[in-house]
């Protein structure tokens, strides 16, 4: 089976520029920085979603039907990646945090919450790409 990751290599790219841009806006120019920064949570939103996602249809395959897959919490969702060696433990641990990070915007859109994303981002970027590269080589064999 193989799983297109075209859609979640497109939004890395989006948070990458978006990140890109709070730095050059930071103290410049309030009001830029605020756009950059609004885009910077709605990417992460955005790419953590379509990871999961993916993920459960790169797992789909070790179970014995795909409903058992889609019943999986977010969560489970990358303790079975660990399982199956398509991350290690330690980005299961990164991953959950993010998902905790995310869970907070829904009570929390705030400018504390959007710095506290914005710290992430740097590894969240890095932990995403590597996921679409091991989704891939999953897939692909």
Excluded at 6 to 28: K, M, Q, S, V
Aim: hydrophobic residues 40%; contains cysteine.
């Amino acid at each position: 089976m193989n799983i297109d990751t075209t859609f979640l290599r497109r939004c890395i790219e989006a948070l990458e520029r978006a990140l890109d841009g709070t730095g050059i806006h930071d103290g410049a120019d309030e009001v830029l920085y605020d756009v950059y920064r609004a885009a910077c949570v709605k990417q992460f939103e955005l790419v953590l979603e379509q990871s999961g996602k993916l993920l459960r249809k790169c797992l789909a395959t070790f179970f014995a039907s795909n409903r058992q897959a889609d019943r999986l919490p977010f969560k489970d969702l990358f303790r079975h990646g660990a399982k199956h060696d398509l991350l290690d433990p330690q980005a299961v641990e990164r991953w959950l945090r993010y998902r905790d990070n995310r869970n907070d915007t829904a009570h929390d859109y705030g400018e504390h919450f959007a710095e506290t994303t914005l710290k992430l981002l740097p590894a969240f970027i890095t932990d995403a790409k590597a996921l679409a590269d091991r989704i891939e080589a999953a897939s692909d064999a």
